[in-house]
């Protein structure tokens, strides 16, 4: 009874100040400042994503390439090691659903501030252990993207795909910042990496602040959750009893259990969560060894730094173009279409790479294989976020999170296994193709498309698996 009372406590302070929120206008130009945050965050999000994968050469070479270990064995030995990092992947599904408790602000918030420390312990590493601290720190914040769920209740639903990838792209574009401190700050000298970190985690500092002190709560969920906060808490938990023993899903149950049961319950959702999990075994193949490629390959620094500057430059093209794409022919087709970009790009670019292709076009090839993939990735993600009610969003969200790990994990270790015996390339190849050919295939054949759903109006309202 005292823990029940506590809870209806907890939750009467909050509803009390949500509806405060309720009631207050947005301040003029909301809207403006709300895209500027989100397009500023995304610029960070995907620098720090962006920056061991850009600099890998640089730090495995410090670490691990000693004492007549070789590059590829030293790598072999940093993805080997680097698993310790994927554990903080178990609970970022936890820590993700809390967004449907707590609300968005406060996650995005905390979300910046995160990737801002672990640049910062990144950037004064003396070593490769406490390098790896900080960069599982930026691993575990950025793999939320609580700002991908607080644009997309913000913008309106005929315009969700186009801001979306308009705000993405910019965030993209700003990656061209890595090669360029690798230019000017590094002097294209490895030994100089750490000055590359400490840059953005300045600058993540400051956005998270800025959030702290600009943003608003969403609209989608201050009415979601009012509405379940002014429910009875009695008459909540008996309807969460009475639908346990029915065995049927409770929209209205938060965490990323009941998100998980969410998942499995309707045929739909479960089909895209089973292509979902295909697609990311190509994750890390995809995002973490085209540096190394271009190393393992034999181009230099000063080759891969000039490779590096236009590969967020197709990227954010091909990001800019989907939104559009996804807006008029729908989000099936979009993944479809940009599944197909990701392996004929990929083909191409590791037959470049052996066929001594230039820099500036092994750069083009390696944005438009990545581009596709993570348009491909990113839009299933929205094709979750169109399916499920505003008040169990980030829980489903934080389950497909934790269930997708598995394919992660599954690529990563094919990946390691591969590189000691067939090189980084054809290792990351091997493993990518067949996955994301597999997964677009699924999304195409079985599940719904999700084209112009209204966020305030989704209801739990899927069909749901027979028992």
């Not at 994503?49 to 890998?56: E, G, I, T, V």
């Not at 996804?326 to 599944?339: E, Q, Y």
């Not at 094919?414 to 290792?427: D, P, Q, T, Y």
């Amino acid at each position: 009874m005292k823990n029940e009372s506590r809870i209806i406590e907890r939750e009467q302070r909050q509803l009390t100040k949500l509806e405060k929120l309720e009631n207050k206008k947005p301040y003029f130009g909301y809207f403006a400042v709300i895209l500027f945050l989100v397009a500023a965050v995304n610029i960070i999000d995907e620098i720090t994503s962006s920056l061991p994968a850009n600099l890998q050469s640089c730090y495995v070479t410090e670490f691990l390439a000693v004492n007549g270990r070789s590059y590829t064995d030293a790598l072999a030995l940093h993805g080997t090691v680097s698993i310790i990092s994927y554990a903080l992947g178990i609970i970022t599904p936890f820590y993700k659903a809390l967004a449907d408790k707590i609300g968005r602000k406060p996650m995005f918030f905390l979300s910046t501030l995160g990737m801002s420390v672990g640049m910062f312990i990144a950037s004064a590493a003396p070593n490769y252990w406490v390098y790896l601290f900080g960069s599982s720190i930026m691993s575990f914040f950025i793999a939320h993207d609580i700002q991908i769920i607080y644009i997309l209740e913000v913008a309106p639903a005929k315009h969700r795909a186009r801001i979306y990838s308009i705000l993405k792209s910019i965030g993209i574009i700003g990656v061209v910042a890595i090669p360029l401190m690798r230019k000017v700050l590094m002097h294209n000298d490895p030994s100089r990496w750490r000055v590359v970190y400490l840059a953005p985690a300045i600058a993540a500092l400051i956005a998270a602040v800025c959030v702290l002190m600009f943003a608003r709560e969403t609209k989608v969920y201050i009415e979601g959750r009012t509405a379940y906060l002014r429910r009875p808490y009695a008459e909540r938990k008996e309807e969460s009893e009475r639908l346990k023993l029915e065995k049927k899903s409770d929209a209205n149950r938060q965490g990323v259990f009941a998100g998980v049961k969410y998942l499995m319950k309707h045929r739909d959702l479960r089909a895209l969560m089973i292509s979902h999990i295909i697609f990311d075994v190509g994750l890390a193949c995809v995002g973490l060894y085209h540096e190394s490629m271009l190393k393992d390959a034999g181009y230099s620094t000063a080759e891969a730094t000039q490779a590096l500057f236009f590969v967020p430059v197709m990227y954010a093209a091909s990001v800019f173009i989907s939104g559009f794409v996804a807006d008029i022919l729908g989000r099936k087709k979009t993944i479809l279409l940009f599944g197909v970009l990701n392996i004929l790009a990929f083909c191409t670019f590791v037959y470049g790479l052996s066929h001594g292709f230039s820099p500036t076009v092994l750069g083009l090839l390696c944005g438009v294989y990545q581009g596709g993939y993570w348009i491909g990735r990113d839009y299933m993600d929205i094709m979750v976020t169109e399916k499920v009610p505003t008040e169990i969003r980030a829980s489903v969200m934080g389950a497909d999170g934790l269930l997708v790990t598995v394919g992660m994990a599954v690529g990563y270790l094919l990946c390691i296994a591969g590189i000691g015996i067939i090189g980084v390339a054809f290792s990351c190849l091997l493993v990518t193709v067949p996955c994301v050919a597999a997964a677009i295939i699924g999304v195409t054949v079985k599940v719904k498309e999700t084209k112009g759903a209204v966020m305030e109006e989704i209801a739990d309202t899927a069909e749901e698996v027979s028992e």
